[in-house]
């Protein structure tokens, strides 16, 4: 492993995208649809997961490592692509864009989100329904919270398309197309699942 | 009689150093003419459009059938061949441009040094020589052979690194044309003898396959229709299986 670091990373990279970080944001997008069900049902989901056992090493080693890695390098991939989307305006191309794009507004979204809910929460405020709702009563940060889901579960279905061909699962043209649409379907289920789930806080 | 004009603007630099700027040309109209007939005619009477005596306009071509790679530039905004760029269905103005991936030497003419670096580094050949006859070596399939003359197709023109984002000056990337060639070789019944060879060398240092993002635009950019993200997607495969191996240790790695 000494000489093919960069091997090494990108495929680190690739693979902490979806393990586990990507298994997280689909139990966090799950946990969360609880608001839809009601403020009593939310705070037990809440209460639950915060009382898991070995809940700080747990956040510490499948949350917190994993996502600043793959953020890090993220950004250091994305800063080195120049985009010439204006002359090859092609679907991939676009998709390579986007990914690079939203993976940035995903990051910002992020630390902004942490900030507002783990370290405030770690600060001694407590999360619950009430939190939630008294952040997204502004209509600015509403706004920025469903900008912040929808790229961020496009960041992980693109991302899920481009992880079957780094790992070299998806390599005919054909299973390259069949993933495009399973991923937009995945895109489509999830930003439902997350935009219905913000919306249940100011209804 | 109105004579019918073409019209052209090129994009010149006089040497490796920089400074471009744009000139136009205004040619006669002749039947069938494709780009390297116009640079031609600019060559035979070199004025600009202007009417001012200029330079001649400099520019690589061989084959003049899209086999050679070397009269590549950029055309109307994308990476062609200028041998098979007919005048007749290029809108006008034509604009001509260096490809902007490699070094400019002149003009149109570019140093395409980096791709064949790529090929040795790669060892995009089979090896035959020895101190004794190796023989015929073992045969191909017709099917084989058949798919694998796609891949032979690759004349290292440049259009499909001159089309990659990630081929660019911040990024080592070896770019789509020479992965390629690895997986052509490493598909030939000889060259398959240094398979794990090849592909460990697209996984050492910086600017291998990982490289890769996936954007997509060297299948639809080049011109010998080589299924260039197929080559990829079966060398991450190859080189996730390989990785494996070297790790774990293999008694079936070579």
């Known amino acids: ?203 | 009689m109105s004579e019918k004009m073409i019209h052209l603007i090129i994009t010149r630099q006089k040497d490796g150093e920089g400074g471009s700027y744009k000139e136009e040309f205004k040619l006669p109209y002749r039947e069938n003419m494709n780009v390297i007939s116009a640079l031609m005619e600019i060559r035979r009477n070199p004025v600009n459009a202007n009417g001012e005596d200029t330079t001649a306009v400099s520019w690589e071509a061989s084959c003049l059938e899209e086999v050679c790679g070397a009269c590549s530039m950029v055309i109307n905004g994308k990476p062609r061949q200028s041998c098979t760029a007919l005048v007749d269905q290029l809108e006008q103005p034509i604009r001509l441009e260096p490809m902007k991936t490699f070094p400019v030497v002149r003009d149109l003419v570019v140093d395409r040094s980096r791709m064949f670096d790529s090929l040795k580094r790669v060892k995009a050949w089979v090896p035959i020589d020895g101190t004794y006859d190796l023989g015929p070596g073992p045969r191909m399939p017709e099917a084989k052979r058949q798919w694998a003359y796609e891949l032979s197709k690759c004349m290292t023109c440049g259009v499909c690194l001159e089309a990659c984002p990630n081929v660019n000056d911040k990024s080592e990337f070896i770019g789509p044309a020479a992965l390629s060639q690895v997986r052509l070789f490493n598909a030939h019944p000889t060259g398959a003898m240094h398979k794990a060879e090849r592909l460990n060398t697209l996984m050492d240092g910086d600017g291998g396959l990982s490289n890769c993002g996936n954007s997509q635009n060297c299948v639809q950019a080049c011109p010998k229709g080589i299924p260039l993200t197929t080559s990829i997607a079966a060398l991450n495969r190859d080189t996730t299986l390989q990785s494996f191996k070297n790790f774990f240790g293999s008694d079936n790695n070579f």
């Open chain 1, 1 to 203: 492993m000494s000489q093919n670091r960069e091997f090494f990373l990108r495929k680190l990279h690739s693979l902490l995208g979806v393990i586990p970080v990507g298994l997280f944001l689909l139990v966090h997008l799950g946990v969360n649809y609880f608001s839809v069900r009601g403020e009593e049902e939310y705070n037990q989901a809440v209460a639950f997961m915060e009382g898991l056992p070995f809940r700080y090493a747990m956040e510490i080693f499948i949350i917190f490592i994993p996502i600043l890695f793959h953020a890090i390098y993220g950004l250091y991939i994305a800063f080195q692509a120049r985009h010439n989307t204006g002359t090859y305006s092609y679907f991939r191309n676009w998709m390579f864009r986007l990914q690079r794009t939203t993976g940035v507004i995903t990051l910002i979204f992020v630390a902004w989100h942490v900030w507002d809910t783990r370290i405030a929460a770690a600060l001694g405020q407590e999360v619950n329904f009430d939190m939630m709702a008294d952040i997204v009563a502004n209509p600015v940060a509403l706004v920025a919270y469903i900008i912040g889901i929808t790229a961020t579960t496009f960041h992980f279905a693109n991302g899920l398309w481009s992880f079957a061909i780094t790992w070299g699962i998806t390599v005919s043209p054909r299973s390259q197309q069949i993933s495009t649409y399973i991923t937009l379907g995945i895109f489509v289920l999830l930003t439902f699942v997350g935009i219905r789930s913000i919306l249940a806080f100011v209804m």
